[in-house]
Every structure is written in structure tokens, then in C-alpha cells.
């Protein structure tokens, strides 16, 4: 019975050894692979950046060419560019709401990353 009873504490000892234990190692990967994602989080902002500035230069030439040609008496014209800045509207907003999203991505990425690091360096520390 004692032997049971030893034996049982013997493995709760232990399985609570394993569950309570802590790897290093994998904590490094977690901020690796962090740090990766938000490299890919601010290519994908730049990126964005450059597509809301192609869209926003061809939104003022479709509405240059839909003012020339309003002023010409060029309906058909007119109304194709009309149909061009709808569309570059509709880019530019969808090129905000992707600089928003990829912003934030950013910030919680950052936020995680200090939280991360700060606690590899509390668990680093000697406890007296």
C-alpha cells in the first residue's frame, strides 16, 4: 500500500514537473517568428502605400480627362471617365481600409512582441 501511495506521488510529482516546465528554446522561435511577421506586415504596408499613391495619381488624371472632356461636349468620353473615377474610388478606399488593418496588425504584433521579451526576462530572473 505504502508503495502505491509512493508511487502515485512519485508520478504526480513528476507529471507536474513536465507540465510546469519551461523551454527556452521555444520561447526564442515565438519571438522569431514575431519578429517575421511583422516584417511581412510592414512590406505589406508599404506596398500599400505605393498602390494608394498609383490610385490616387490616376484619380486626378480620370478627373482632369472628365473635366476636358466635359468642357469639349464629349459625352461618351465623359461618361467612361465617370465610370473610371467610381472605380478609383472604390480602390482608394479599399487601399485605406487595407492601411488601417495593416497598421493595427503592426501595433499588435509590436505589443505582443514587448509583452514576449518582457516575459523571457522576468522568468530569467533569479528568484530569492
Known sequence: MRRRILSLLCFAVLGSAFALGHDVRNDRRDLRQD???LRHDRFDRRQDRRDF???KRDFRNDRRDFR???RNGDRRDAARDRRD???DKRDLRGDRRD???DRRDIHHD???RRSDRRDIH???RPRG
Open 85 to 87: 473615377i467610381r472605380n
Open 99 to 101: 492601411l488601417r488593418s
Open 53 to 55: 499613391r498609383s490610385d
Open 122 to 124: 522576468r522568468d530569467r
Open 35 to 37: 519578429r517575421r511577421d
Open 68 to 70: 476636358n472632356d466635359l
Open 110 to 112: 509590436r505589443r505582443d
